[in-house]
Every structure is written in C-alpha cells, then in structure tokens.
C-alpha cells in the first residue's frame, strides 16, 4: 500500500480536482475509468498511478534511462512554458524535490564514491510536474555543480548560455533561490566575473568537461539545442573585438590630441619668437641711440624732406615708428596665424565629436556610462560596443577606467538593473544610449 502522502496536480491536490479533470489526469496516464466510477474511486486510482510511477523510476536498473520527454509528460508541456522562470504559480519545492529524486536516480544506482550525503533529505513523495526542458537541463547542470564542486568554487564546469541566462535570473529572486538551495543544503554561488574572465579555450574545456560529467551521472545526451558549444565559436571569433576597437580609439584620440598639441605648441612659439624679435630690435635701436647722443648728432627734420635725417644725411632709426611697424607685423602674424589655427582646432574637435556620435558599423554601437556628481552629470562614452557582446566587457572597462569611483556600484537601463551577461541586443538598445551608475 502506497505511504500516505499529499499529491498534487499543478500545485493543486487532487482531492480538490473536478471529475472531468480527474477522469482527464487517469486517461492521460494510461488508465481508464469504468462507467458510474465515483470521485473517491477516482481519487484512489489516479493516487495509485502516481505511486507506481515514483516507484517505477526509483528502482531502474544501471541499463535503464530517463527518458528525455518524462518531465514533460505533466500537465503542460512546452507549450506552457513559463519562458525560463521559476515562479510561484509553476514551482514549489515538493515538485522540485520530485525531479531532484528523478535526476539522482540513476547515478545512486551506480553507487559513485561522490559525497551524496550533501544532498540527503530529499522527499520520495511523488508529485505531478510541470516542468520544460531548460528547467530540467538547468536542475541537472546544478547537480552537477555540486557533486563535482561540492557547491563551491567554479573551477569545473561550464553552463551554456541559455542555462547561465536562467540562472542569473533565479539569484536575483534571492529568498526563493535561498529555498532552492537549501533542498541541497548548499549554497551554490554564482560568480559571472569569474567566468566571463577565463579564456575560450579554457572555457571550451570546462564545458566539454561538463558534458562528460551529464552523460556520466544521467546516462543520456544532453539536449542539444540548449547544450550546443557553437557559442563558443563565435566567442573566439570575437574575443578580442572590443578590446581592438578601444585599442583603436585610444590611437585616434592619442593621434588628435598630438596633433592638437603641435598646432598649440606652434602658435606658442610664434608669439614667443615675435616677442624675442622684438627685444632684439628694441635693445639695437637703444644702442644706436646712445651712440648718437655720444657723438651729439642731432635729429633735424627739414619741411623739403618729410623723412627723418641727421647732419650726416644719415637716416636716424626712430625707435616707435620702428616698433608700431614690428608691432604691427606681429598683429597681423598673429591674427593670421588665428586665422590659420583655430579653424584647424575646431576641425578637429567636430570630427572627434562625430565619431563618437556616429557608428560606422550597424553592429556596433556607442554607449555612455553616466555618473551624477552633485549637481554635474557625468558621461563616460565607450565607441565600438557590439551588439551581441556581453555587457559584462564594457562594464568591466568602465570599472577599470574609474576604479575606486565606481567600487560597489549597480548598473540600470532605464529602470531595470543590468544583468551583466545581456547583450545590447538583449536590452533593445540603440546607438547613444546610456547605462546609469548608482551606488
């Protein structure tokens, strides 16, 4: 006689279901109900069918497998998926605690030296299910996790992106992520950083390591449309693309800004050599002078002759007509060289001002990171931003480029925190938009 316990059909117990949907629940799992059978017969029998199933999957043999569409069989199915989320209207812990008994099944049975203990205590209560694949594939990967990490460091595995996507969205939900851990008596961390830090090849490993270690403990192939290491192709295709497009940018602005300082460099150095010329004009016109004061030559200018004369007939060099004339020739240096100069600067400064606001490739696009200091807004523009690269790679300049500034800090797109694992893509965003920094 099955224990007494409490079943239930999409959280639901079964004592509570309509006839229609209890004769429904015992056709769909192969049974069959006899004319003028009563409710409470029903009951038994669907309660039966349930306790026979549980039963079936804990006592399969080394050879025998899941089979990949059990957990789907339950009311629902894909079609019903909840699009990756554990939620309270699809997930509580008794029916999670069902599919952990139906994973760990077939690696008891081969009595591996792993230290199962860590995940005691779990219910053999039988519970319908409503589960989709990515679920199921993110519940094994976990298992995974812990009996090859034990819960701890992530220096292992690797989860393909759409399991890694599922998981950064469990966490954020932290009081139920807590619940959910605790059914290992575990805490399994989550540490994006370390991650995304390694290299593809050392990624490669881990994943492919990973897979080993599926077929190992459920004794199947993992799904290959969320289990595909294409990603890992296009990763090292575009490794370095970011990192080449800022190296790029600091080239061009290094280059402005060289060439800016010469054309500064050398308006500096006319005024300074027109100032030199001048001292030296000045110093010669004094000297003359004293030299005609030494020889008491007189300037006498004559109504015959406008032009200034000595004695001698000798010109005598006036000293202010000679410096308005230089004084002059620097002014119109000067604003010639204004002239010349600034139009150059200012060139320059729009053309740097455009290639930041314009993307030359559709794919790629421009992304500013504003801090609010006091009453001044901030703008930290980084150009070359691909769509489909992981946000965590231009925060990660950006902490860098400010380090102790941004210690702490969160990042939202408009209203929503940033999960550093999006894409630009991801988030719908456009060329000039913003991230806000918040601490």
Same mark, same amino acid.
């Given at each position: 006689?099955?224990?007494?316990?409490?079943?239930?059909?999409?959280?639901?117990?079964?004592?509570?279901?309509?006839?229609?949907?209890?004769?429904?629940?015992?056709?769909?799992?192969?049974?069959?109900?006899?004319?003028?059978?009563?409710?409470?017969?029903?009951?038994?029998?669907?309660?039966?069918?349930?306790?026979?199933?549980?039963?079936?999957?804990?006592?399969?043999?080394?050879?025998?497998?899941?089979?990949?569409?059990?957990?789907?069989?339950?009311?629902?199915?894909?079609?019903?998926?909840?699009?990756?989320?554990?939620?309270?209207?699809?997930?509580?812990?008794?029916?999670?605690?069902?599919?952990?008994?139906?994973?760990?099944?077939?690696?008891?049975?081969?009595?591996?030296?792993?230290?199962?203990?860590?995940?005691?205590?779990?219910?053999?209560?039988?519970?319908?299910?409503?589960?989709?694949?990515?679920?199921?594939?993110?519940?094994?990967?976990?298992?995974?996790?812990?009996?090859?990490?034990?819960?701890?460091?992530?220096?292992?595995?690797?989860?393909?992106?759409?399991?890694?996507?599922?998981?950064?969205?469990?966490?954020?939900?932290?009081?139920?992520?807590?619940?959910?851990?605790?059914?290992?008596?575990?805490?399994?961390?989550?540490?994006?950083?370390?991650?995304?830090?390694?290299?593809?090849?050392?990624?490669?490993?881990?994943?492919?390591?990973?897979?080993?270690?599926?077929?190992?403990?459920?004794?199947?192939?993992?799904?290959?449309? =969320?289990?595909? %290491?294409?990603?890992?192709? !296009? @990763? *090292?295709?575009?490794?370095? $693309?970011?990192? #080449?497009?800022?190296?790029? +940018?600091?080239?061009?602005?290094?280059?402005?800004?060289?060439?800016?300082?010469?054309?500064?460099?050398?308006?500096?150095?006319?005024?300074?050599?027109?100032? =030199?010329?001048? %001292?030296?004009?000045?110093? !010669? @016109? *004094?000297?003359?002078?004293? $030299?005609?004061? #030494?020889?008491?030559?007189? +300037?006498?200018?004559?109504?015959?002759?406008?032009?200034?004369?000595?004695?001698?007939?000798?010109?005598?060099?006036?000293?202010?007509?000679?410096?308005?004339?230089?004084?002059?020739?620097?002014?119109?240096?000067?604003?010639?060289?204004?002239?010349?100069?600034?139009?150059?600067?200012?060139?320059?400064?729009?053309?740097?001002?455009?290639?930041?606001?314009?993307?030359?490739?559709?794919?790629?696009?421009?992304?500013?990171?504003?801090?609010?200091?006091?009453?001044?807004?901030?703008?930290?523009?980084?150009?070359?931003?691909?769509?489909?690269?992981?946000?965590?790679?231009?925060?990660?300049?950006?902490?860098?480029?400010?380090?102790?500034?941004?210690?702490?800090?969160?990042?939202?797109?408009?209203?929503?925190?940033?999960?550093?694992?999006?894409?630009?893509?991801?988030?719908?965003?456009?060329?000039?938009?913003?991230?806000?920094?918040?601490?």
């Amino acid at each position: 006689m099955e224990p007494s316990v409490e079943y239930r059909i999409k959280g639901v117990p079964i004592e509570e279901l309509k006839v229609r949907d209890l004769l429904y629940q015992i056709r769909k799992r192969g049974g069959s109900v006899p004319t003028g059978t009563l409710k409470e017969e029903m009951i038994v029998m669907l309660k039966k069918i349930l306790y026979n199933k549980a039963k079936r999957i804990e006592s399969q043999t080394i050879t025998e497998i899941i089979d990949p569409e059990d957990l789907m069989e339950e009311d629902g199915g894909p079609e019903k998926s909840d699009h990756g989320f554990l939620n309270s209207s699809t997930e509580t812990p008794p029916t999670m605690k069902r599919s952990f008994e139906q994973n760990l099944a077939p690696f008891r049975q081969k009595k591996k030296s792993y230290k199962l203990e860590t995940l005691s205590g779990f219910s053999k209560e039988a519970f319908a299910l409503e589960e989709t694949i990515l679920k199921k594939e993110y519940i094994r990967f976990i298992i995974i996790k812990i009996l090859k990490e034990h819960g701890g460091d992530s220096d292992k595995t690797y989860p393909p992106p759409l399991i890694n996507y599922f998981w950064s969205t469990h966490i954020l939900d932290t009081s139920r992520y807590e619940e959910f851990c605790n059914l290992f008596k575990k805490r399994v961390h989550y540490c994006p950083d370390i991650l995304e830090d390694l290299s593809v090849e050392e990624k490669r490993k881990r994943f492919n390591d990973t897979i080993n270690y599926y077929k190992e403990f459920f004794l199947v192939k993992p799904n290959n449309e =969320i289990w595909d %290491d294409g990603f890992l192709d !296009e @990763e *090292n295709n575009n490794s370095n $693309q970011f990192e #080449e497009e800022q190296k790029k +940018q600091d080239q061009e602005e290094k280059a402005n800004n060289t060439e800016e300082n010469s054309i500064i460099k050398k308006k500096h150095q006319l005024e300074t050599d027109s100032i =030199i010329i001048l %001292d030296e004009e000045e110093v !010669e @016109e *004094n000297k003359k002078k004293k $030299q005609k004061i #030494e020889l008491n030559i007189v +300037q006498i200018p004559t109504p015959e002759n406008k032009d200034n004369t000595t004695k001698t007939g000798e010109a005598a060099p006036t000293l202010q007509n000679n410096y308005q004339i230089l004084d002059s020739s620097i002014k119109n240096n000067d604003n010639t060289d204004k002239q010349n100069i600034m139009p150059q600067i200012q060139k320059q400064l729009q053309q740097k001002q455009d290639q930041e606001n314009i993307s030359s490739d559709p794919n790629k696009i421009t992304i500013g990171f504003v801090q609010n200091r006091s009453l001044i807004k901030e703008i930290t523009n980084f150009r070359g931003v691909a769509m489909d690269s992981p946000l965590s790679k231009v925060i990660r300049a950006f902490v860098k480029l400010k380090t102790s500034e941004v210690e702490g800090c969160r990042f939202f797109y408009g209203s929503k925190e940033v999960i550093q694992t999006q894409t630009p893509k991801d988030l719908g965003m456009k060329n000039g938009d913003t991230i806000n920094v918040s601490k």
